[in-house]
């Protein structure tokens, strides 16, 4: 199968396109490099990879690479940590629509034209950010209120750009909603800012890389964002591309969303006890909690059994795994200053 994968230098693309690679697909990439700059892939001199630097907004430049292919995976969106849903709410809307409609408007084109079998959308947990249903199924996000925040709105708005494409032009899709994904890979944005935590100058990127460093850097007490009973699921980047690769391949997944999710629940507070104890074994934690963010979804906690029963899907990497291959990559990066 030949494959378009847009957002191919991103953090997802990191995991999913050697998953794909590693199964005998072809794929194509692109990206601008408009979020972490130029970066070297292990795969990009791999034979059956191709990669684009291109805007994902170019109709025409996504219309000439989707006609050539067999499905288009629609990973590309401005996407950052939790302080991104404030600082940047007009810009996360607009521009996540920009790409949405273009990568959209190129699939429809590619399968009026014979070529193309379906897309797959990468929605995100946010589109339940107002479900009080837990664990949550899919089909919540349609009983619910919408999400408060503009991210989780326009994610919301993904879903139903595959269901209009559906409606009127019969473009197959799959929509794929991932948990708190944790791995390697994530590096400090061109756009981040840095917001003081405590002692410690960071990006604020996600929870799992924030901690970590701020513990590496010596701080002490450890400051988190509100009480720390906050509930995630993380789950391993790799884990999710498996969940993509298996959504891509089964037919069973034509027109039908699928939570990827490892069924763990975690709190923030337990997860920095994690951390700390693999970080600074034998020294006791004490935890001094920040002034929480607007849109920080105190339950995110999905029900992950209709993607083991339909696709045979379960993430199985335990946080304590993730975080044994996670730590020394931050460790290292800090050394770089890439993070």
Known sequence: MRILVTGAAGFIAGYLI????????????????SKYGVIEKSYDSHANYTFVKGDVKDVDQMKRLAVECDQVVAVAAMIGGISYFHELAYDLLAENERITAATFDAAIAAFKAGKLKRICVLSSSMVFESVDVFP??????????????TYGFQKLATEYFAKGAFEQYKLPYTIIRPFNCVGIGERRAKTDKAILSGNIKLAMSHVVPDLVQKILKGQDPLHILGSGEQVRHYTYGGDLATGIRMCIESEKAVN??????????????????VIWKKLEPGKP??????KAYEYDVQRRVPDVSKAK??????????LSEMLDEVIPWIRGQITLGNI
């Open 136 to 149: 949550t199924p899919e089909g919540a996000q349609l009983k619910c209120p919408p999400p408060l925040s």
């Open 309 to 318: 029963t339909v696709l045979g899907y379960e993430a199985k990497t335990s």
């Open 285 to 290: 934690l004490t935890l001094v909690s920040d």
């Open 18 to 33: 050697p998953e794909l690679l590693n199964r005998g697909h072809q794929v194509v990439g692109i990206d601008n490099f």
């Open 256 to 273: 039908d969303d699928f939570n990827l999710s490892t069924a763990e629940s975690t709190s923030v507070r337990r997860l920095a006890e």
